[in-house]
């Protein structure tokens, strides 16, 4: 049999080596060395943003920009239900109530149109998530907040080098987070980053991730953080990898055309959207939607791909049917029927930067198969 082909492998091919053996001849390796500073600064240029806070992952991006933003008990967070959990941990965890809502069909980003049915007194902000490689319609979202004095977070973790209406991803939120995990466009293994404009979040950010030491008594604190750095080896990757980050996305680009190409004429299937009025997708990942002619689901789907070795992921499992949150009481019985299809219905298909266009037909191939057999 031919090999697996992995859902991901990045690949490295800039100064990454360069940077890391500096790391390792200099010694520097902790949060402290230069890259650091670096990456932070050109990362937060690269998206329009005056500061850049590195932290150890995408999630803990998050946290600190929740907790920088002061929501806790009795506030409301407006939420898409179909994420990654990582969105909802700090609302919960702070005692602010996560508000859930559907996604469009075509998109499967959060429903901007539902946005307003679901805003309060108690709504102090909406986190907006672009998914899987198209924006958010940022415009309505932001008319509803400056209209309802409501704050913006924005996780664009799977948005690198994306545009909505031709300003960057990254730049909308009052805070934009992003991932560096691996499978991101751009990644330092593990790894994330806070950009805002807001000097004194920056700040907030930065004592949240370093445990609120205190400039001049360091063991004194006045307030609880975490420890969240990013190590200078991670920036190291990160740096390099932002040198190529134009390349990245055209590759990004041009191996959605194939997949689309490869795929279109195979019944059964609802592929990404290429473009919509206001973006051209990156393709973080590449969606596929079984279609309701198709009497089997996403995980009889990625079973049949497996035993074709060939790797896939499901879609996320939404919100309001995770059974921590459940359990907590936080989910109300309104329907989030897009959102459940999509949970049901999707996965994604190798997608990773190392992907060869061999490997590609291959997958193409195995898709039908699995489609028709
Ligand atoms: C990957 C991802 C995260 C979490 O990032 P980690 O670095 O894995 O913690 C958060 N939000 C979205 C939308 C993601 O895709």
Redesign the pocket.
């Known amino acids: 049999m031919n090999d697996f082909i992995p859902v991901n492998e990045p690949l490295f091919e800039g100064n990454e080596k360069q940077y890391l053996i500096e790391c390792i001849e200099t010694g520097w390796v902790s949060s402290e060395g230069p890259f650091v500073k670096q990456f932070e600064e050109k990362f937060a240029r690269s998206v329009g943003r005056k500061f850049g806070v590195a932290v150890s ?4 991006a ?1 946290d600190a920009a929740v907790e920088a933003l002061g929501i806790g008990p009795g506030d409301e967070v407006i939420v898409p239900t179909f ?2 959990i ?2 909802v941990n700090q609302i919960v965890r702070s005692g602010a109530t996560p508000v859930l809502v559907d996604s469009e069909a075509d998109t499967w980003n959060m429903d901007v149109q539902q946005l307003e049915q679901k805003i309060t007194a108690r709504t102090k902000a909406i986190l907006v ?1 672009h998914i899987y490689g198209l924006p958010v319609d940022m415009n309505p979202v932001l008319e509803l907040a400056e209209r309802h004095n409501l704050k913006i977070i924005e ?1 664009a ?2 948005m690198h080098g994306q545009t909505y209406a031709g300003e960057q991803c990254g730049s909308f939120g009052d805070i934009s987070t992003f ?3 691996s499978n ?1 466009h751009i990644t330092t293994g ?3 980053m806070i950009v805002t404009d807001d000097e004194q979040l920056a700040d907030q950010c930065r004592s949240l991730r370093n445990l609120c030491f205190q400039p001049e008594k360091r063991f004194v604190h006045e307030r609880l953080g975490w420890n969240l750095r990013m190590t200078n080896l991670q920036a190291a990757l990160g740096l390099a990898q932002l040198e190529k980050m134009d390349e990245i996305i055209a590759k990004k680009r041009r191996m959605g055309a194939s997949y689309t190409q490869l795929l279109k004429e195979t019944g059964g299937l609802q592929l990404p959207l290429q473009n919509t009025a206001y973006a051209e997708n990156i393709y973080w990942v590449y969606g596929l939607v079984l279609t309701d002619e198709v009497d089997f689901d996403a995980e009889e789907a990625m079973k049949r791909l497996a035993a074709a070795g060939i790797g896939t992921r499901p879609f996320f499992c939404p919100m309001h049917e995770q059974p921590v949150l459940r359990r907590m009481g936080l989910c109300d019985d309104s329907d989030y029927p897009v959102s459940e299809r999509l949970y049901r219905r999707g996965f994604y298909i190798p997608s990773g930067l190392r992907l060869s266009g061999e490997q590609m037909e291959r997958v193409a191939d195995a898709v039908q198969k699995m489609i028709s057999s």
């Open positions: 992952n995408g999630t803990a998050l994420t990654i990582s969105c998530v996780d973790a799977e991932s560096f995990y991101k593990e790894g994330g």
